[in-house]
């Protein structure tokens, strides 16, 4: 069995496809990670091969700032960190506009590439992150075998006739816009579900008119089976396609042993028995150093607790921020970027951004966590994140140091047992099990 793993430009959907497709080469397929050439090296860490395949313009190879890509593209990326200061609505309306020009580029180059990737390799299935949108139409033109992956919150695929792309089914109880702003988002997003509907209806009529058109864009998935990297919870909305529902809970393979310099960091800041806190806002959302430095100056008042700081290219913006706080030096190291997965072994508690990725491996590592959600599904993972009774959630635009504090404070003194009881459940799926279970369906 041959799988191509399609994956866009973005290292938080890069790494946890190529777990996947670590999870089903051990399995006994022969699997090529498809992206643009700065993820060859991650294919070659999953023991995994490469081909080179672009399905969007954009990208962020692990520190958005610092990732090179045409000046278009730059200024959207600086117009969405601009607008997250502005609020929840905002953020996901300045997103919403940039949809069709980023979530759609190139259909027709897609297409073509991925015919001639198909010619070359002869894959017998292919498995495609949900938001490679026109990789989707392509395969779907094309009428290959492919499984959908679900990168992020299952409602990315939209569940049902009322529910958009864009617009979180549900809100933490911290962070709620106004009607008048979730009525001008739910506009937005509908606008965006038709013309992307009607993009979708004009590949397929140029390239493939023998084939079906889909009946909505966002909502094209593969027939057979979606595998979702998220966990069972009983209220999500049930899937609104026939095909085989896979969550993985996870999509993460073991956190690898810390190594050195970390395990000197982590020694060092864990001595004498203190706690120790992660804080990381993704690779986009480091960026929001004003954010970093109000959580880190909380947790460094209010708590015992030592801190690690994810800051991408605002190192020095926070490390400054805490010395002219007087934080002792001792309580703290802010890094560019930090192996989160193996720090999360030694954590007490994480502030995220609540992104999947950071979700899903704290739920893994069994450590509670606080969510400040920005943009995109955050704000559905943030309420579930409560919910669930795992943590808790923050609005980052209203945050003061004292309320940050208090609240990992809590995490870091209250009951876990929510927490282990989910680590138990989603520990028992994972990659290799969704490997095992793509491949008895792909046969």
């Known amino acids: 069995m041959h799988v191509v793993v399609i994956s866009p430009p973005f290292a938080s959907h890069a790494a946890p496809l190529a777990a996947l497709g670590a999870a089903l080469g051990a399995a006994g397929a022969r699997v090529d990670l498809a992206s643009t050439s700065a993820f060859a090296p991650l294919a070659a ?92 139409l392509a395969l779907h033109c094309l009428g290959l075998p492919y499984a959908t992956f679900c990168p992020g919150h299952p409602t990315y695929i939209p569940a049902g006739p009322d529910a958009y792309f864009g617009v979180p089914y549900a809100w933490p109880d911290t962070v709620r816009p106004t009607a008048e702003a979730l009525e001008r988002l739910t506009r937005a997003a509908a606008d965006n579900d038709r013309a992307f509907t009607a993009a979708f209806h004009r590949v397929v009529d140029r390239h493939a008119p023998h084939r079906p058109r889909p009946d909505r864009a966002f909502a094209l998935s593969s027939p057979r089976t979606v595998v979702y990297n998220y966990p069972e919870l009983p209220w999500l909305p049930a899937p609104s396609t026939g095909a085989a529902a896979l969550r993985c809970g996870h999509c993460t393979q073991p956190p690898p042993p810390l190594a050195a310099p970390w395990t000197g960091v982590a020694d060092r800041l864990t001595a004498g028995g203190r706690p120790l806190v992660l804080l990381a806002l993704g690779t986009f959302l480091s960026a929001r150093h004003d954010v970093l430095a109000t959580v880190a100056d909380g947790v460094l008042r209010r708590t015992s607790a030592a801190l690690v700081v994810a800051a991408g290219d605002r190192v020095d913006e926070v490390s400054s921020a805490l010395a002219a706080a007087g934080a002792a030096a001792d309580r703290f190291h802010v890094a560019d970027r930090i192996p989160q997965q193996a720090l999360l072994t030694r954590a007490s508690a994480m502030v995220h951004h609540a992104g999947n990725n950071s979700f899903t491996e704290c739920l893994a590592a069994g450590v509670p966590a606080l969510a400040l959600p920005f943009s995109s599904d955050q704000f559905a993972i943030a309420h579930d994140l409560e919910r669930a009774g795992l943590g808790l959630s923050l609005d980052p635009n209203a945050l003061t140091a004292d309320t940050a504090g208090r609240a990992v404070e809590h995490l870091l003194t209250g009951d876990r047992s929510a927490n282990e009881a989910v680590r138990a459940a989603v520990l028992r799926r994972g990659p290799d099990w969704a490997a095992e279970h793509l491949l008895r369906l792909m046969r």
């Open 45 to 136: 860490r999953a023991g995994i091969g490469f081909t080179e395949l672009a399905v969007t313009r954009n990208a962020n190879h692990g520190v958005a700032e610092r990732t090179r890509q045409d000046p278009a593209e730059a200024a959207r990326l600086r117009e969405f960190l601009a607008a997250t200061s502005r609020g929840a609505a905002e953020t996901l309306l300045t997103q919403a506009t940039h949809r069709r020009a980023d979530l759609l580029a190139e259909p027709d180059r897609v297409l073509a590439d991925v015919r001639a990737l198909h010619r070359r390799l002869q894959p017998d299935w292919y498995l495609v992150d949900q938001l490679a949108y026109p990789a989707t």
